[in-house]
């Protein structure tokens, strides 16, 4: 009897931090896993129930691996029918499932490259798949034979050829250290799926530059938030304001938190998986209390259908405040803004720039704005939260009442 089941698989971490969760199909004593190219920490699996929990996409992916499971009953149902699934080894099972969910990626040989990239591909969600279609598209035109190759010779050459190809039409290493990005997470799939030793990625190492960091000063933060606005954007610079203190916090954190619990919101972070606590202040309270949502803590997802779709409302919101001018018969309006090209992450660089003003130790802003590793330190050693808590509440009275 073959049954398929979800496995977490704690001895395989990724660079991330976060863990392969793989289909472990079983047959004759035996068992052999597929990747299913979903990552979690692991207080974000359920092994009893086979969900998805605590993630900001626990429902999509649990429903995701609802759905292979039934397909992959569906292969062993379909085998017993012709009575064959009683001969074949547990290997023979583990390709045959692969091949029937993704034929596409079998069209030409598994150990290829390009194929498993397919594989790997498909397994994403679809705007990260378009992602992974553009990489495949420069990887074909730099190299036209790519579909052909092993992924031994996709090496260390290869790859800095490709990137002196991408930097021909994309200056910003930055927007071509994600096809890089891409290239090795496929290497990593394939490791995991015991296709390939090969590794380019040892010495072939991808160097983000690091990126301006955008953040107002006190003074403009202070003119931003005294700012009169149309009456539409005031829940917008409401939620600015509510980000910035709440010490910077991400919009997507901002609209899947629950409640408030002794005066503080928890959450895990959507980026990191990283626990978080910051204390709710009264002003914070105050805005929290005008916008009291149903499911949520907040009533963004109440109005929105994501908290992409509100974060692109949002930024859109900030970049208007300022002044105002009607021209012409039609009274068009012409907007100044006061913080040309302001997103809600101005709001966490902001909060980090004011605290180092203060003299507010590294450590205490690393902690506040959810920075560091997942030690064992970190586990079993709660980091003293008083500290951030206090550095907080000095940001705010620096900003809203000039109190140091």
């Keep these: 009897m073959a049954t398929a089941t979800f496995y977490l698989d704690c001895r395989s971490k990724?660079?991330?931090?976060?863990?392969?969760?793989?289909?472990?199909?079983?047959?004759?004593?035996s068992v052999a896993y597929l990747a299913t190219g979903i990552y979690l920490l692991p207080h974000q699996w359920c092994a009893p129930?086979?969900?998805?929990?605590?993630?900001?996409?626990?429902?999509?992916?649990?429903?995701?691996?609802?759905?292979?499971?039934?397909?992959?009953?569906?292969?062993?149902?379909?085998?017993?029918?012709?009575?064959?699934?009683?001969?074949?080894?547990?290997?023979?099972?583990r390709e045959k499932v692969a091949r029937v969910l993704n034929p596409d990626a079998y069209a030409s040989n598994d150990d290829r490259f390009v194929g498993r990239f397919i594989r790997f591909m498909e397994m994403k969600k679809p705007s990260t798949r378009a992602l992974y279609r553009c990489t495949l598209s420069r990887m074909r035109?730099?190299?036209?034979?790519?579909?052909?190759?092993?992924?031994?010779?996709?090496?260390?050459?290869?790859?800095?050829?490709?990137?002196?190809?991408?930097?021909?039409?994309?200056?910003?290493?930055?927007?071509?250290?994600?096809?890089?990005?891409?290239?090795?997470?496929?290497?990593?799939?394939?490791?995991?799926?015991?296709?390939?030793?090969?590794?380019?990625?040892?010495?072939?190492?991808?160097?983000?530059?690091?990126?301006?960091?955008?953040?107002?000063?006190?003074?403009?933060?202070r003119e931003l938030f005294a700012a009169e606005v149309e009456p539409y954007a005031v829940q917008y610079l409401d939620m600015f304001k509510l980000t910035f203190m709440l010490c910077g916090i991400n919009t997507a954190d901002l609209c899947a938190l629950k409640e408030i619990v002794d005066g503080r919101v928890e959450y895990y972070r959507a980026k990191t998986g990283r626990f978080y606590s910051v204390k709710v202040e009264p002003e914070a309270l105050e805005i929290i209390n005008r916008y009291r949502g149903c499911g949520q803590l907040l009533d963004m997802m109440d109005r929105y259908k994501s908290s992409t779709y509100f974060g692109q409302h949002l930024n859109r919101a900030l970049q208007r405040i300022g002044a105002v001018e009607r021209r012409g018969r039609g009274g068009k309006k012409y907007f100044e803004p006061l913080c040309p090209g302001i997103t809600t992450y101005w709001a966490r660089h902001s909060w980090a720039t004011i605290a180092a003003s203060l003299d507010i130790p590294k450590e205490t802003i690393a902690a506040g704005l959810g920075h560091g590793g997942n030690t064992v330190t970190?586990?079993?050693?709660?980091?003293?939260r008083r500290k951030v808590d206090e550095a907080n509440r000095r940001v705010l009275d620096w900003v809203l009442y000039g109190k140091r």
């Design 14 to 29: 990724s660079v991330s931090g976060v863990y392969p969760l793989k289909l472990a199909i079983r047959a004759h004593g």
């Design 49 to 93: 129930a086979m969900v998805v929990v605590r993630h900001p996409h626990a429902r999509p992916l649990s429903a995701q691996l609802a759905r292979l499971k039934d397909d992959v009953d569906l292969v062993f149902q379909d085998l017993a029918r012709k009575n064959v699934l009683q001969q074949m080894t547990v290997q023979e099972l």
């Design 378 to 384: 970190d586990i079993y050693i709660d980091f003293d």
């Design 141 to 221: 035109a730099y190299c036209p034979e790519v579909d052909a190759m092993r992924f031994e010779q996709v090496n260390r050459e290869w790859l800095t050829g490709f990137d002196l190809f991408l930097s021909q039409t994309s200056p910003s290493k930055n927007a071509r250290n994600l096809h890089l990005r891409n290239i090795r997470a496929v290497f990593n799939y394939a490791i995991d799926e015991e296709v390939t030793h090969a590794y380019p990625f040892r010495r072939f190492k991808i160097r983000p530059v690091a990126t301006r960091k955008r953040s107002l000063s006190v003074e403009r933060l």
